[in-house]
Structure formats: structure tokens, C-alpha cells
């Protein structure tokens, strides 16, 4: 499965990005699939996992922030960002679970000023 990932930039701390992910395979086909994100210096961390049974798991720093969500028609993936903060920074990898592999994006960065 290949993941194209974009929406990443630059942005004010208070500020809101969407970033998007298109799988090169139906999001039906997906048993899992969300983002996760790395800080300079820092581990990979999650963001938010979202399985086939409709179940978002978010990480505690982003929970009431982040939305993750799907468009079917487009088979694409979101995550809308609001109420942004400088510790939000890093690349965010969008991934996917497909017959119990994982597949990643490249990655998007997105840089937040404080």
C-alpha cells in the first residue's frame, strides 16, 4: 500500500492545519489506520489510530485538539488540527494496516510558532 501524505506547513501556535492521506488501496480493505508523529530528537508517538470497528484512539497530548476522519468518496484520510501549539511540531506520518502489515507515508512536517 502506498500512502501520499500533504497539509503540512507553517502556522501561529492557536492556529489549525488538515492535513490529508490518500492510501493506493480502498480504505475498506484497511483494518487500522491514523497518524503518528516525531518531534526533533523525540520517538515516533501516536496521534491517533482509528480501526475498522470505528474506534479513534487519540494520544493524551492531542485529545480534545486533533479530529481524525475519512472521506469514502475521495478514500482519503484526515486529521484537522486546531488550538495548535509549538510542541505540536514534527513530521507527522500517516499509516496504515492492511492484512496485518503496517504501511507509512513519507511524512509531512509541520512547524508551529510560537
Known amino acids: 500500500v502506498q500512502l501520499q501524505a500533504s497539509g503540512g506547513g507553517l502556522v501561529q501556535a492557536g492556529g489549525s492545519l488538515r492535513l490529508s492521506c490518500a492510501p493506493s488501496?480502498?480504505?475498506?480493505?484497511?483494518?487500522?489506520m491514523g497518524w503518528y508523529r516525531q518531534a526533533p530528537g523525540e520517538q515516533r508517538e501516536l496521534v491517533v489510530r482509528f480501526t475498522s470497528e470505528g474506534v479513534a484512539d487519540y494520544g493524551d497530548s492531542v485529545k480534545g485538539r486533533f479530529a481524525f476522519s475519512t472521506d469514502i468518496a475521495k478514500n482519503a484520510v484526515y486529521l484537522k488540527m486546531n488550538r495548535l501549539k509549538p510542541e505540536d511540531t514534527g513530521l507527522y506520518y500517516c499509516y496504515v494496516v492492511e492484512r496485518g502489515t503496517n504501511y507509512w507515508g513519507q511524512g509531512t512536517l509541520v512547524t508551529v510558532s510560537s
Open positions: 488501496e480502498s480504505i475498506y480493505s484497511l483494518s487500522a
